[in-house]
């Protein structure tokens, strides 16, 4: 894959306002659907306890591998992602499969576009 088809493909995750457990459980879910920077075992940690901390991985949407599925949160999630439209759209369906999510901004350029999400558990309490 050449670098354009790459970046087209490729949508930048950023985690914030959450702890440690419910970025890595974001990032567990997008993992099961696409292709991740991050290695399967790495787990987000705090780089300085006590102050905000934003989580970052990549993410290749150019193909799927497993539908996402509901995941229960501690607490709600910032995310923000950065990407072409079709691959930043990609991740959003991918997302709203697995969490209750509220779009918060867009900002939209020639080639990429920037969305905040909000993201809530996916699985409910009458659920379990």
């Not at 930048?12 to 993992?31: H, I």
């Not at 292709?35 to 993410?59: I, K, L």
Request: contains cysteine; hydrophobic residues 40%.
């Amino acid at each position: 894959m050449n670098s354009a088809q790459e970046s087209a493909t490729s949508v930048v995750v950023a985690l914030s306002g959450c702890s440690r457990e419910d970025a890595d459980a974001v990032f567990r879910a997008l993992s099961r659907s696409f292709e991740s920077d991050r290695a399967s075992d790495d787990t987000p940690q705090y780089v300085s306890e006590g102050h905000a901390t934003v989580w970052t991985a990549t993410f290749d949407v150019s193909s799927t591998r497993n539908p996402a599925e509901p995941v229960r949160l501690a607490a709600p999630v910032t995310a923000e992602l950065q990407g072409g439209y079709w691959a930043v759209d990609q991740m959003q369906l991918a997302l709203a499969a697995a969490f209750d999510m509220v779009e918060e901004g867009m900002a939209a350029g020639d080639q990429e576009k920037d969305v905040q999400l909000l993201l809530n558990s996916g699985v409910h309490q009458e659920e379990i």
